[in-house]
């Protein structure tokens, strides 16, 4: 099997210079980590599958430079370049990745710009990234999709390769429901389509795992049970993957002999002061003003601290063509010199500032040197560099002074954890952080360092793949009970070998979608043909098992020529015979119930009560997702209490929550109505767990039907009710309708 990873960026980016391509490796987190990822499959003797690597190659290419471009992806990389045009990439990657997307999602929604022909270009690069994908896809691949630039992709993939096991992971923080819904209603929907075109999507925090999860609840009605969203068709599963480094590499180059000799000349330049060491891109979303603010309160309540210690600040470009950018760096350096003005001396400088990339040769010097890491960002997805600065720390000492705003703040427990908001902790965490003894140091870097050179990059990447090999081993499993293939052939040659026939079919769900009020989920005139020709049919015999009153039933169904079942079974109407009740029962007790489910209606705005002979239900498919869902739980709980003692039982339901009596359900009912047929061939067919009772009493040949995918006692299912029709229109021997696209 092989591993297609696709990301806005390939390992290496192409610049040209007199007219030539020149290669580099790419700069960043994602493509450093995943490269060190697959570059250590040689490396540490893990069986890790082959790989391809899809992305843009950080330049407008030429047409006579392509070739050149895809040799070296493919020799150096193993890679395929994505060629896009630099105009196309300005509106997708400067305009919505980074003015919509990237504010949003970080929580500045002032920041966001709303642009409907950037949301296009988006949706544009989406499409061209899918067709590289479908261009190279092989029919064992297992595909990983990465981060905000690509959040369309799955579905589009879905949609060519709907047995692909697909995995997205997200980089940055997935914001709450309340920052998320800022987007236009059209576009927050297509984006939470097309990540549920994924068969695994991974976060870096439980906090970005739940905030998601609320925003599928109430854009796409789909809710969860422990992280797996079930889908009509299949399953999601949504988890928390903390992404970590490559923990040995920084270890070894801070004990090697390059970086022993940096520290000790930078030492003997910062002679008698401790070091704290700060390093970010210039981004709003990094806090740097907020820093220096911090370190300039800091000084400002610690005088006894002017002349030792020195605050080294290295800010590495990013995007120096933006108006915005350019103003933050102006912000930043009169920052810096008004620090370095109001309290620096002619003996002491207790600033440093830098605006320039390290690589990595120059960096871990700087992590061992420093005595305190200021890392804290006013939001981050994750922020390795606090893992970095650990890593380097082969004597186990200094001080991780971390903003509780980053991902890696979940894990890292034994950093100083600070609000970046807020100056004065900044100064606290610093005075904490100076004042710190050596052990208490060792102690908290000890917990560290064995928790990261655990969890690193290698093992990040490992869990997420072996994840993603899971749901293709269960969606297998499920898929091998879907009722097609040579499993829909048989029943449809046992169906045609059959004198005497039973079907036993629930209505909503099952024959026709779920509308927003029961009232509004009446029989079309497609189903009225289907249900008449198979009753034509003297070999069927028909009864459909229904929660609805017995009055509704009899009103949309009573001049066809079939038995019907409802409340769950409290009522029977053979074909031809009147109403009876299966089971002596009351409904005194609705009158005692009523005021409580009447409460919840008031409370839940969108919730109603529906009322039958001998059962209430409360509805709440119109009422906003989260309320609903928590004011089911406590009702249920509320009526599990109330009607201990008496013959009643509560049971939660497809969008309600219902009372009725105890001993009544669809398969004592499904029983009586077989009593005296002896069918050779029997179909049921359901959605929700009141058809279970029936799936059970059924015997071992029958077919039964789940509708949806979900844990049941069918031997089969099927994805939606159009399915059913399908299939019923089959076995009436009905001409097949066109699908609608929907």
């Known amino acids: ?381 994750m922020n390795l560099v606090a893992k970095e600065f650990i890593a380097s720390r082969p004597d186990q000492t200094g001080v991780l002074i971390l903003s509780e705003m980053a991902g890696a703040a979940k894990e890292m427990g034994e950093a100083i954890i600070i609000n970046p908001f807020h100056r004065e902790d900044f100064a606290r965490a610093l005075e904490q952080a100076l004042a710190m003894p050596a052990e208490e140091q060792v102690r908290r870097n000890r917990l560290l360092q064995e928790r990261l050179q655990r969890y690193n990059v290698m093992r990040w990447a490992d869990d997420f793949v072996q994840a993603l090999l899971s749901t293709q081993k269960t969606e297998a499993a499920r898929r091998a009970r879907l009722l097609t293939g040579k499993a829909y052939s048989s029943m449809i040659q046992q169906y045609r070998a059959a004198s005497h026939r039973a079907l036993l079919l629930d209505y909503d769900g099952t024959l026709v979608p779920f509308a927003s009020g029961p009232e509004l989920a009446l029989p079309d005139a497609e189903l009225i043909e289907i249900l008449t020709a198979l009753s034509a049919d003297a070999a069927n015999q028909i009864v459909i098992i229904s929660g609805r009153p017995r009055r509704i039933l009899e009103d949309w169904f009573g001049q066809l020529p079939l038995s019907l079942i409802a409340e769950h079974g409290v009522w029977l109407r053979r074909q031809g015979e009147d109403w009876r009740m299966l089971k002596p029962m009351t409904a005194d007790w609705k009158e005692r119930v009523r005021p409580i489910l009447q409460l919840y209606v008031d409370r839940l705005p969108g919730a109603l009560l529906e009322e039958k002979d001998f059962s209430l239900a409360w509805h709440f498919r119109r009422a906003d997702p989260e309320q609903a869902s928590l004011c089911a739980k406590e009702l249920a709980d509320d009526l599990a209490g109330y009607t201990r003692n008496i013959d009643v039982q509560v049971f939660e339901g497809n969008k309600v929550v219902e009372l009725r009596n105890a001993g009544v359900n669809k398969g004592t009912a499904a029983m009586e109505w077989m009593t005296g047929r002896t069918p050779e061939f029997t179909l049921a067919s359901g959605d929700d767990w009141t058809d279970e009772d029936l799936f059970r009493v059924l015997p071992a040949s029958a077919f039964s039907v789940r509708i949806g995918v979900a844990t049941t006692a069918a031997r089969y299912y099927l994805v939606t009710h159009t399915a059913v029709r399908r299939m019923l229109r089959e076995l009436a021997s009905l001409p097949a309708i066109a699908p609608t696209g929907k």
């Not at 540490?44 to 082959?50: F, H, I």
Request: net charge negative; proline share 6%.
């Open 1 to 381: 099997m092989r591993l297609l990873i696709v990301s806005n960026r390939l390992p290496f980016t192409v610049s040209f210079n007199g007219g030539a391509p020149a290669f580099k490796p790419s700069a960043g987190g994602l493509t450093t980590g995943l490269w060190s990822y697959l570059d250590s499959q040689a490396l540490d003797g893990v069986d890790r599958p082959d790989f391809l690597w899809l992305g843009w190659p950080g330049a407008g290419i030429p047409p006579e430079h392509e070739a050149a471009v895809r040799a070296y992806g493919a020799g150096q990389y193993k890679s395929s370049p994505v060629f896009l045009a630099e105009e196309c990439m300005d509106r997708f990657y400067l305009g919505f990745c980074n003015k919509t997307i990237w504010p949003l999602f970080h929580y500045f929604p002032v920041l966001t710009h709303y642009d409907e022909d950037n949301w296009q270009e988006y949706r544009n690069i989406n499409r061209l990234f899918a067709d590289a994908v479908i261009s190279a896809i092989r029919p064992d691949d297992m595909l990983w999709v990465h981060d905000y630039h690509l959040m369309l992709l799955p579905k589009l993939v879905r949609e060519r390769f709907p047995e692909m096991p697909i995995g997205f992971f997200l980089h940055i923080p997935f914001p709450s429901w309340e920052i998320f819904r800022m987007l236009p209603r059209a576009w927050r929907e297509e984006i939470v389509d097309g990540l549920l075109g994924s068969s695994l999507i991974g976060f870096h925090t439980h906090d970005y795992v739940r905030d998601f999860l609320t925003s599928v609840l109430r854009t796409a009605g789909y809710e969860h049970q422990l992280g797996n969203l079930t889908l009509r068709d299949r399953v999601v599963q949504v988890e928390t993957f903390p992404m970590g480094i490559d923990f040995d590499r920084f270890a070894a180059a801070a004990l090697g002999r390059s970086a022993e000799d940096r520290v000790a000349e930078l030492r003997q330049k910062c002679l008698g002061q401790k070091v704290i060491f700060s390093v970010d891109r210039l981004d709003y979303t990094k806090g740097l003003i907020n820093r220096l603010r911090g370190y300039e309160c800091f000084l400002r309540n610690n005088p006894q601290w002017h002349g030792k210690v020195v605050f080294v600040v290295s800010v590495a470009p990013s995007r120096v063509g933006v108006d915005s950018y350019q103003a933050m760096k102006l912000e930043l350096e009169q920052t810096v010199g008004r620090i370095v003005g109001d309290f620096g001396n002619v003996h002491w400088t207790p600033l440093v500032y830098q605006f320039r990339n390290l690589t990595f040769e120059e960096i871990v010097p700087l992590y061992r040197l420093c005595d305190v890491a200021l890392i804290t960002p006013l939001r981050d997805g």
